[in-house]
């Protein structure tokens, strides 16, 4: 009974171990002039995607980007209205 106790905690270690080696880390995809936005206007902050980093067990690094909005191509022009 002992030997099967042990067993069964050496396991569940080793599974410990192995779920904290997968590491996965997310950073805001930021342009430079959402960076700007984002230190003028600190409530409202943008960001167009997410980027991911996983860390798999074996030492393979994978990078992911999921964009969320799409880039404005060119700044809003202003339109002079006649009266």
């Known amino acids: 009974m002992k030997k099967i106790m042990i067993a ?9 171990f192995s779920a904290g080696a997968q590491e996965t880390k997310t950073k805001p995809l930021t342009t430079p002039s959402d960076k700007i936005h984002n230190m003028v206007h600190p409530g409202s902050k943008i960001q167009h995607g997410t980027k991911y980093k996983h860390k798999a067990v074996s030492g393979k690094k994978t990078t992911t980007t ?10 809003k022009k202003k339109i002079e209205k006649n009266k």
């Open 66 to 75: 999921v964009k969320g909005k799409e880039e404005a191509l060119e700044p």
């Open 8 to 16: 069964l905690v050496i396991g569940f270690i080793i599974i410990g």
